[in-house]
């Protein structure tokens, strides 16, 4: 390279290291836009494994940023300000999160931790006033459940579940074909989820911090599926569990359920949660008209399957991108999405949840009202 040439790569250079800000500065100067500029600024508790997954999902989000976080770990959280550029003020532990009402660079909390945290520390976000994302089963019941829509309502804060599928564009497809009435009256669903669960010494195995086992964890996908295949609310539910290993799956950790769910119409669901078969993660949709069925049907994509009318083949994104970019629409623009993902959604779910382990202990037929 010439000296001119060279003189002029590193100007080019020094000019863009002035116009380009460094990371840090580039979270900082996010951090301080205000809602109208339309970016989600974002708070995550629970670095684990699905909190790290949402975190590398939003580095594509045009919408949602991760510019805070809420962590019992100080090691976990000097990488996180490395990797994202935090500002120290917008890192929070569980002891002194309540702090976050005093900071006006973060609009949500997204609480992806153990399940039977999320009530209290959902219904903390609130009361700070920052508006709740939280990873499903919202809680571990319908009174808790319950307790933070209404904990939300009050602070005036929307309350928003991780349901991502609800933005997926396959799910989607057959969703509106239902709504279209290509599939003629529907009669039946079915709604397999299941995987072979590791270490048991894990917080998915310790009912204090699950509050269930796969139903709790991977169930609630056929039932939430059931729900938005279907295009209506369940009124019955009876259910079957089996226990192959009671050392494992302990007491109050469902390995396998089956469960049926009654729709007014007459359609019926039928569904399987395990925590002791692999790969199992399928929907199979029937009407009189036509079928749709997708495996896998709620993994982390890409979502496949086909129709009477052929296959599923919409584009894959990363669904936690989509979901935050739309989440972003829901909480700054009042967006409405194709399907809901508030506190109520969630609720809805967690009575069904309670139905069908009423159903298991009574080996009856139990009525739903959600
Ligand atoms: P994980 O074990 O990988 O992470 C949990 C995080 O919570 C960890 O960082 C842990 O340190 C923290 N934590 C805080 N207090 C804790 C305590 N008292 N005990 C144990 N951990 C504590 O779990 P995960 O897989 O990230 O799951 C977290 C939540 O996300 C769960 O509610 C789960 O159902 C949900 N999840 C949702 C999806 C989805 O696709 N929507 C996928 C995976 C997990």
């Not at 399957?305 to 599923?312: F, I, K």
Request: with cysteine.
């Amino acid at each position: 390279m010439s000296s001119r040439r060279i003189f002029l790569h590193q100007a080019s250079l020094s000019a863009l290291a002035m116009t380009i800000p460094s990371l840090p500065n580039f979270a900082e100067a996010m951090s301080s836009r205000n809602d109208q500029e339309g970016v989600l600024r974002v708070a995550i508790m629970g670095l684990g494994s699905y909190g790290t997954r949402v975190a590398q999902a939003m580095e594509s989000s045009k919408r949602a940023k991760v510019v805070g976080v809420i962590s019992g770990t100080p090691s976990k959280v000097e990488n996180w300000k490395k990797k994202y550029g935090i500002p120290d003020k917008n890192c929070y532990n569980y002891e002194n999160f309540d702090a976050i009402k005093d900071n006006p660079d973060i609009d949500a909390v997204y609480v992806i931790t153990p399940n039977a945290l999320h009530k209290e520390q959902s219904i903390r976000v609130a009361k700070a006033g920052k508006h709740v994302i939280c990873e499903k089963p919202m809680a571990i019941n319908a009174a808790e459940a319950k307790e933070m829509v209404t904990a939300c309502e009050e602070a005036g804060v929307k309350l928003l579940i991780g349901y991502r599928l609800h933005f997926e564009a396959n799910t989607l497809k057959v969703v509106n074909m239902r709504k279209a009435g290509d599939f003629g009256d529907i009669k039946f669903f079915q709604g397999l989820s299941g995987f072979m669960i590791g270490d048991p010494t894990q917080w998915r195995l310790d009912p204090a911090l699950s509050g269930g086992g796969a139903m709790m964890d991977i169930g609630i996908y056929s039932i939430n599926g059931a729900r938005y295949m279907v295009g209506e609310e369940p009124i019955w539910v009876t259910a079957q569990e089996v226990k192959t290993d009671p050392v494992k799956f302990k007491e109050g950790i469902d390995e396998t359920i089956t469960f049926q769910l009654g729709f007014p119409s007459g359609v019926v669901a039928s569904c399987l949660s395990t925590y002791s078969q692999n790969n199992l993660d399928k929907f199979f949709l029937n009407g009189t008209k036509g079928f749709a069925e997708m495996q896998p049907s709620t993994g982390y994509g890409p979502i496949k399957g086909r129709t009477h009318q052929g296959a599923l083949d919409e584009p894959h994104i990363m669904h936690q991108t989509v979901q935050m970019d739309q989440m972003a629409g829901i909480i700054l623009d009042g967006a409405e999405p194709p399907i809901p993902v508030d506190g109520r959604e969630g609720l809805k779910d967690m009575v069904i949840i309670d139905a069908i382990f009423e159903a298991v202990k009574t080996g009856g037929k139990v009525a739903i009202s959600v």
